[in-house]
């Protein structure tokens, strides 16, 4: 009987990374697309994606997907405890919300009447906050909220800051002067805002 040579290919995994859904807590949904340098990560049926047989050393992990704002962050090779990455993605304002969810949709422009991209918007006093899109647009998405965060005023029912139905958006970017705007935002109602900003030294 004649004898037959098995190879074995041992495999070592680098990088496993779960991404999650900052509006949901849970997977993005769509596709999404991550790269660790030039090579692309195998996703599994748990929803990870897998980055195998790489060397010691330091990668951009590239992140894409068509609901969320793209991402990069520097990653070390080999990461010390387990190869695990947990990186959470932002909603833009493609993401396809829920017609009762409570938004904040808007423009950032300059004086000319310009998109401003990159800019943050966020609500103060409260951990909420986005960018603009390349066209300027944003969008600030609440979370589930609680009878502690509402206030009710003739019937309806508002996003409560401190005793008053007014929150305070900030929209800043490195080459403008920051902005600050007072919006209502009623539960389950999309509230459009609209900021200009203006040049600093202009």
């Known amino acids: ?16 990374v779960s991404l999650i859904d900052d509006y ?6 769509g596709e999404s697309k991550l790269a660790l340098g ?4 195998i ?3 748990s929803g990870y994606y897998l980055f195998l047989d790489l060397a010691a050393g330091d990668y951009p992990l590239k992140v894409q997907a ?4 793209d991402q990069e962050v520097d990653i070390t090779l080999p990461l010390s405890g387990e190869p695990l990455a947990n990186l959470t993605l932002k909603p833009n304002p493609s993401y396809p919300f829920s017609e009762r969810a409570t938004l904040i949709r808007g423009m950032v422009r300059d004086t000319e009447g310009e998109p401003v991209p ?3 918007v966020k609500i103060m006093g409260k951990e909420i906050e986005n960018k603009t899109t390349q ?50 935002v009623e539960e389950g109602k999309t509230t459009a805002v609209s ?7 202009g």
């Not at 068509?66 to 704002?69: D, I, K, L, Q, V």
């Not at 019937?155 to 970017?173: E, G, N, P, Q």
């Not at 900021?195 to 030294?201: F, N, S, V, Y």
């Open 1 to 16: 009987m004649e004898s037959v040579l098995v190879e074995s290919t041992i495999t070592k995994l680098s990088l496993a």
């Open 24 to 29: 949901t807590d849970s997977q993005p949904i």
């Open 38 to 41: 030039e090579k692309e990560a």
């Open 43 to 45: 996703r599994n049926r």
């Open 66 to 69: 068509r609901y969320y704002f």
């Open 118 to 120: 990159g800019a943050t």
């Open 135 to 184: 066209k300027g647009e944003f969008v600030l998405y609440f979370k589930a909220l609680k009878e502690q965060d509402i206030i009710k005023v003739n019937k309806k029912r508002y996003v409560r800051r401190d005793m008053s139905r007014r929150l305070r958006l900030t929209a800043t970017h490195p080459d403008y002067k920051t902005k600050t705007v007072p919006v209502e």
């Open 195 to 201: 900021i200009t900003l203006k040049r600093k030294g």
